[in-house]
């Protein structure tokens, strides 16, 4: 038998939100999520207000859960969070069906996603000195 050993980690101040019930696919999704992952939380939700994307305001109200989530469960700094990963996966999907000619039923696919952001709090590092 292998004993496990406990490794010393440091630990991360992360929190997380999730997002169960997009009605969209992933395909639409993950190019808006990997536009905002690295960015303070204040940047990214700028950016997402300002997006030509229906979907942004949900992920927009995903991350605002996160926030407050930092904020009041664990008494992070908001001015200090990060989000650190962004993903989306699938869910259900509807199957609709059109009539065409000669009897014939096309598909409709209405797929259904779900979100999770993973915010962090990064320390401000403190300059030393000057810069020139």
């Given at each position: 038998?292998?004993?496990?050993?406990?490794?010393?980690?440091?630990?991360?101040?992360?929190v997380?939100?999730?997002?169960?019930?997009?009605?969209t696919?992933?395909?639409?999704?993950?190019?808006?999520?990997?536009?905002?992952?690295?960015?303070?939380?204040?940047?990214?939700?700028?950016?997402?207000?300002?997006?030509?994307?229906r979907?942004?305001?949900d992920i927009?109200?995903?991350?605002?859960?996160a926030?407050?989530?930092?904020?009041?469960?664990?008494?992070?700094?908001?001015?200090?969070?990060?989000?650190?990963?962004?993903?989306?996966?699938?869910?259900?999907?509807?199957?609709?069906?059109?009539?065409?000619?000669?009897?014939?039923?096309a598909?409709?696919?209405?797929?259904?996603?779900?979100v999770t952001?993973?915010?962090?709090?990064?320390k401000?590092?403190?300059?030393?000195?000057s810069?020139g």
């Open positions: 038998m292998n004993k496990t050993k406990k490794k010393n980690r440091k630990k991360v101040n992360t997380k939100s999730v997002n169960n019930s997009i009605r696919s992933v395909r639409k999704l993950n190019p808006i999520l990997k536009s905002i992952v690295g960015k303070k939380v204040d940047v990214a939700i700028k950016d997402l207000q300002f997006s030509a994307k979907i942004s305001k927009r109200k995903t991350i605002s859960s926030v407050a989530n930092a904020e009041n469960n664990f008494q992070y700094d908001i001015d200090n969070l990060v989000v650190k990963e962004a993903y989306c996966g699938k869910k259900i999907v509807m199957k609709r069906f059109r009539p065409r000619a000669k009897g014939r039923a598909p409709i696919l209405k797929p259904w996603s779900t952001i993973i915010l962090s709090e990064v401000q590092l403190e300059s030393h000195g810069k």
